[in-house]
T-cell receptor, first 112, second 114 residues
């Protein structure tokens, strides 16, 4: 089966940079996605990596190393509104290309 | 576009009662999903559908049923509610080309079974 590991909680201050790691074990990896979820809200898509390297979207970047079964989400110039839970999710042959398996999430707390 | 809509927003059920959670999307997406999220946890897939008339089980299907008679609607049925089904339920949809990448989620239904 698939398993994903993320830290349960990360804290940082406004303006700082924070990295949220995700390691995974899958059978036939296709890609790694990241989702953001504010308390009481729905998950929203942030980024997707299918190939090794860094994908940048504004203040957020996502990195993937397929050989290390590892990825991370990098948040720069942190703002209070970035306080949320962040989930990594994998797409692999084990579950089928049309499905995602989610990690348990990392709660990010941004303080002034 | 309204995107993915879910009703009701919140519901309290007694043990043994039944209910249907509604999900509708107006983006003409052929892939739709039902997830449950327990407090402090990730999302677990209950059922999914790759098109009208086609559904399949996910990771945690026991106690639930689905149907997909149209592209737009994907209702989730709880037949005999149990306290273990207390959770937040999210419906999601996507296009076939990006099914494993980008999913669009509804606002969720919070269900409490007492």
């Amino acid at each position: 089966g698939q398993s994903l590991e993320q830290p349960s909680e990360v804290t940082a201050v406004e303006g700082a940079i924070v990295q949220i790691n995700c390691t995974y074990q899958t059978s036939g990896f296709y890609g790694l996605s990241w989702y953001q979820q504010h308390d009481g809200g729905a998950p929203t898509f942030l980024s997707y990596n299918a190939l090794d390297g860094l994908e940048e979207t504004g203040r957020f970047s996502s990195f993937l190393s397929r050989s290390d079964s590892y990825g991370y989400l990098l948040l720069q110039e942190l703002q209070m509104k970035d306080s949320a839970s962040y989930f990594c999710a994998v797409r692999d042959q084990g579950t089928g290309f049309q499905k995602l398996v989610f990690g348990t999430g990392t709660r990010l707390l941004v303080s002034p | 576009n309204a995107g993915v809509t879910q009703t009701p927003k919140f519901r309290i059920l007694k043990i043994g009662q039944s209910m249907t959670l509604q999900c509708t999307q107006d983006m003409n997406h052929n892939y739709m999903y039902w997830y449950r999220q327990d407090p402090g946890m990730g999302l677990k897939l209950i059922y999914y559908s790759v098109g009208a008339g086609i559904t399949d089980k996910g990771e945690v299907p026991n106690g639930y049923n689905v149907s997909r008679s149209t592209t737009e609607d994907f209702p989730l049925r709880l037949e005999l509610a149990a306290p273990s089904q207390t959770s937040v339920y999210f419906c999601a949809s996507t296009t076939s080309g990006r099914a494993g990448e980008t999913q669009y989620f509804g606002p969720g239904t919070r269900l409490l079974v007492l």
